[in-house]
């Protein structure tokens, strides 16, 4: 018998009793007992786990309950950033076993076996897994979301894809056993398998989207990672029939039309969680087009600090997110990551005292405590409407999705204006460009001043990877770019060339935020409404602490976040003379 448990399992039969998870949440003001009686209601009817209906239904985040859990347990939490799992000990338990339990063994050395577990009070768990490890081992469980457990599964035990068995199945009709993607062993046929070993291999991988190109003989499979399209497979065009019909199935797209645009929506499972897919077709020369966009609800959703801002970025955002009243505008290009902001600012101040409204094309992500509308502009719902109908349902706050037209521009600052707090996007090419393309919209320029909070333009440059990147001094022309002396060259990182498994071999992995904030005070607001140029306006800016988009990227390229490269395809980079005032030291 394993020496381990005794004490988890006497520490599980005391949670059993009074002292419940729900009942200390309670007690730490993080959710009310109206919410646990909702969220036990919902367990009866889902069995699921109670924190885990608790985070489906908002009231919690993932990361407080590890936290609770992991305290209440005496546990560790299990931090996969500072872990290498191998498969080798990994895969010691069946795939079926950790997947079911929720339990992934990230260690076994001396006797002693460190398990990941969503739920460390699973002392069924703990039995079943003893039966894979030897006699007499010591279990150690590490509390983990289980987000990013079924992850770690995945990569540890391998995504399993038999892509050519699958292909061959269609092309000569004889049945592949180990291309079977059902956890039943139910046969599917091979399109429908190969479609789902791609989506969610795709999900995996954590591309944004997904591009289908048929091209000649053959259609090109693309995936956009980190902002960059990657090749990742060609198919013969014998089978692009086949897979663009499934593909507008599960769409919900007619699979007769072919000479129209089409789009869709769908929804599947990866690592236990809900992905949604937007599709869209486009017919080309060569037959149709489809792209795919993959919405990942729980690696899109995160705080502010954890999208890279720099701290005087994030010191300006929070001072602006506390004004009661006013318009705050997001500015950027498509992609550069506006949505995922302005939800981060939302998941911030929104509470059970406030209510927030959104109208947005289309909701791309649901957010507890916050009532979302899609604008149908077919159904006469455009943006302008919308707004007139929040205004009559007694919001505090109001997330309009895009400044489009000269209505929506209006109705959105009179909003504004009448004590509400307005989000939006508008597109210009910086944030002081905020005020002229609201003129330009028809907006007076008295009108603006005092009501607009303030402008902030955005865009995402690619993560050097930690694995494999390389430090050295910069060059001549990197130092010209960077505005530092070349006869000091500072170290910066670079992308090692052909990178290594961990970033896919492109020398990056991941992205951050680069971005500049302008804050609408007094001073501005009287240059606005004297007509002054964006020269000028940027000069009042500056004194007041402004850092531009470029000197912001500048400053994460001297700290050996990103690379002069990665940067320069997200802003213009040109030779400076002299430091850039917002850069930060080279650490």
């Not at 260690?107 to 699973?122: C, E, I, N, R, S």
């Not at 139910?186 to 091209?215: C, T, W």
């Not at 956009?224 to 090749?231: F, K, T, Y």
Request: a neutral charge.
């Amino acid at each position: 018998m394993a020496k381990a448990s005794a004490a988890m399992e006497a520490k599980a039969a005391a949670a059993a009793g009074g002292n419940r998870m729900g009942d200390k949440l309670v007690a730490l003001g993080l959710i009310t007992t109206d919410q646990l009686e909702v969220a036990l209601h919902e367990k009866r009817r889902s069995n699921k786990m109670l924190g885990n209906v608790l985070v489906d239904l908002g009231f919690v985040a993932e990361a407080t309950l590890t936290a609770i859990l992991a305290e209440r347990t005496g546990s560790e939490s299990f931090d996969p950033t500072r872990a290498v799992i191998d498969p080798a000990i990994a895969t010691r338990l069946p795939k079926e076993v950790a997947v079911r339990h929720k339990v992934l063994l990230i260690g076994l050395d001396q006797g002693t076996a460190h398990l990941a577990m969503a739920d460390p009070y699973d002392v069924l768990a703990l039995d079943v897994v003893r039966r894979y490890l030897p006699p007499d081992t010591e279990t150690v469980p590490l509390v983990c979301p289980e987000s990013i457990l079924f992850d770690l599964v995945d990569r540890a035990y391998g995504a399993q894809l038999s892509i050519d068995g699958m292909l061959r199945e269609i092309q000569t009709g004889e049945f592949d056993p180990t291309s079977i993607q059902n956890e039943h062993g139910r046969y599917l046929h091979p399109v429908v398998r190969l479609i789902n070993a791609l989506l969610l291999d795709a999900a995996r991988q954590g591309a944004s989207d997904l591009h289908f190109e048929p091209e000649g003989n053959f259609i090109r499979l693309r995936y956009r990672i980190d902002g960059v399209m990657l090749p990742i497979r060609a198919f013969h065009v014998d089978y692009w029939g086949a897979m663009s019909q499934r593909l507008k199935l599960m769409s919900g797209m007619n699979i007769a039309e072919t000479r129209m645009p089409q789009d869709g929506r769908f929804t599947l499972f990866v690592a236990n969680r809900e992905v949604d897919f937007r599709v869209s077709s486009m017919p080309t020369v060569f037959g149709e087009n489809i792209v795919l966009r993959v919405l990942d609800h729980v690696k899109a959703l995160r705080s502010l600090s954890e999208l890279g801002f720099s701290p005087q970025a994030l010191t300006a955002m929070e001072r602006m997110l506390r004004r009661p009243e006013g318009i705050l505008v997001v500015t950027g290009p498509t992609g550069s990551g506006k949505t995922t902001t302005l939800y981060a600012m939302l998941n911030k101040i929104k509470s059970v005292e406030l209510n927030i409204k959104t109208l947005e094309d289309p909701v791309e992500y649901k957010l507890g405590l916050v009532r979302q509308t899609q604008v149908r502009e077919a159904s006469g719902l455009t943006f302008a409407e919308g707004i007139r109908a929040m205004l009559r349902q007694d919001p505090d706050i109001l997330f309009i999705g895009e400044v489009r037209d000269p209505e929506t521009a209006q109705m959105a600052l009179r909003a504004s204006m009448t004590g509400h707090q307005v989000f939006s996007t508008v597109h210009t090419n910086d944030a002081v460009g905020v005020v002229a393309r609201l003129i330009d919209l028809g907006m007076p320029i008295g009108m603006m001043a005092g009501n607009i909070i303030g402008s902030m333009s955005q865009r995402l440059t690619r993560v050097l990877c930690v694995h494999c990147k390389e430090m050295g001094p910069a060059t001549a022309e990197e130092c010209q770019l960077l505005g530092v002396d070349p006869a000091h060259p500072p170290v910066i990182g670079h992308a090692r060339h052909g990178g290594c498994p961990e970033c896919r071999h492109t020398g990056y992995r991941g992205r951050v935020a680069i971005a500049e904030v302008i804050e609408f005070t007094p001073e501005i607001d009287e240059l606005v409404v004297a007509g002054a140029t964006r020269g000028a306006i940027l000069d009042m800016a500056r004194r007041q602490g402004f850092i531009s988009i470029v000197e912001d990227g500048i400053g994460k390229v001297l700290a050996g976040e990103t690379s002069v490269a990665a940067l320069s395809r997200a802003v213009h980079l040109v030779a400076r003379n002299t430091p850039p005032s917002g850069a930060h030291p080279a650490k």
